[in-house]
Structure formats: structure tokens, C-alpha cells
């Protein structure tokens, strides 16, 4: 498990980074082909880190159904930030037909939905910082709601408080250290917690 863990702080990290800085970037030069490259992939890295937070806290069923709905949103929003950050950058003013909206909005309402139902699971837990926590179910809703926004301060601040939250709940995985010994992980499935 120490393995899954290392992997999903390092994907995490990553993808905060990778939508953090592009952006910072997109804050006074607007979005880019390189911006947008980076942005569009960075969704894929965060699938990992996920499982690594699920992984590091108590089973409960609010957990196990937030893991489940986040997961399986992130993997629709993540395709759809995909499309749009990556193919349809390219294209001048898509005219997108009326099934693939309804399916870019419904996969927004699944990861919104699934990204609160996580937090607030993270958040019981008492496992995960509370701040980045919190961040996760206030943020990264309305991130995934912001992004049909045109790109404004207010949309590159909000890049950098989702990304921040990420890097910061992925760095929260790390092992915690004994004075007088290596890391450990502490095993969270038998707690007391379980709801």
C-alpha cells in the first residue's frame, strides 16, 4: 500500500502543479496552447491521488460512495477538460450540438457532486488537513463551473487555490516519521470512525 500512496502524492502533486502555474501563467498573458496542454492533462494525474486519499482514511460507507462518484466524475470531467483544453482549443468558436453539452454539464454535476460527498468524507475522517479539505469541497465545485467562464484574475486565482489544494492534500500522504525510527503509515481500517 506504501507504494500506492508515494504514487498517488506524487500524481497529485503533479497534477496541482500542473493546474496551478498554467494558472498563474494565464492570469496576465491568457490561455496559451501551452497553458491549455498542460491544464488538459493534468486530470489524469489526479486520479491517483484520489485513491491515495480514500486509501489513507477509515472505511465508511460516506467514503466509499464519495470515492466511487468522485472517481467516476473525475474520469467524465477529466475527458471533457481534456476535449476542451486540448482539441477544442484549436477550433475557432465550436458550435457544440446539444447532446454534448447536456454530457459536458451532466459529467461536471457528477464530479461536483462525487468532490463534496469525498471532502466531507475526507473531513469526518479527521484524517487529512482540515484546510485543504475544506478547500477541496468549496473549491473544486465551483471550479468545475467556472471552467465555461472566460478566462478572467478571478478564474486563474481559482486554478491556483485548486491546484494548491491538491499539492497540499498530496503532500499530507507523505509517511509520518518516529523520532527514533523510519516512517510509518498508519492503518486507518479498524478505527472507531466508522460511520
Same mark, same amino acid.
Given at each position: 500500500?506504501? /507504494?500506492l500512496l508515494?504514487? !498517488?502524492a506524487i500524481s497529485g502533486a503533479l497534477s496541482g502543479l500542473f493546474i496551478a502555474l498554467p494558472g498563474a501563467v494565464e492570469g496576465f498573458v491568457g490561455e496559451t496552447t501551452a497553458t491549455s496542454l498542460v491544464i488538459g492533462v493534468s486530470p $489524469? /494525474? $489526479?486520479a491517483p491521488l484520489l485513491t491515495a486519499l480514500y486509501l489513507k482514511q477509515p472505511r465508511t460507507t460516506l467514503g466509499a460512495v464519495g470515492y466511487v462518484v468522485n472517481f467516476v466524475g473525475l474520469g467524465l470531467f477529466g475527458a471533457a477538460a481534456y476535449a476542451l483544453n486540448i482539441v477544442l482549443f484549436h477550433l475557432d468558436k465550436p458550435v457544440l450540438a446539444a447532446p454534448t453539452v447536456i454530457m459536458l454539464s451532466a459529467s461536471a454535476l457528477i464530479f461536483a457532486v462525487g468532490t463534496v460527498l469525498f471532502a466531507i468524507s475526507m473531513i469526518r475522517s479527521g484524517v487529512h488537513p482540515k484546510i485543504p479539505a475544506w478547500a477541496y469541497a468549496i473549491a473544486l465545485p465551483v471550479f468545475t463551473f467556472a471552467a465555461r467562464l472566460p478566462d478572467t484574475p478571478l478564474t486563474s486565482a481559482l486554478h491556483v487555490v485548486v491546484g494548491g489544494t491538491l499539492?497540499? /492534500?498530496a503532500l499530507s500522504l507523505r509517511p509520518e516519521r518516529? %523520532?527514533? !525510527? %523510519?516512517a510509518r503509515q498508519i492503518d486507518h481500517r479498524a478505527s472507531p470512525l466508522r460511520t
Open positions: 500500500m506504501n /507504494l508515494r504514487f !498517488g $489524469a /494525474l $489526479a499539492v497540499w /492534500l518516529t %523520532p527514533d !525510527g %523510519p
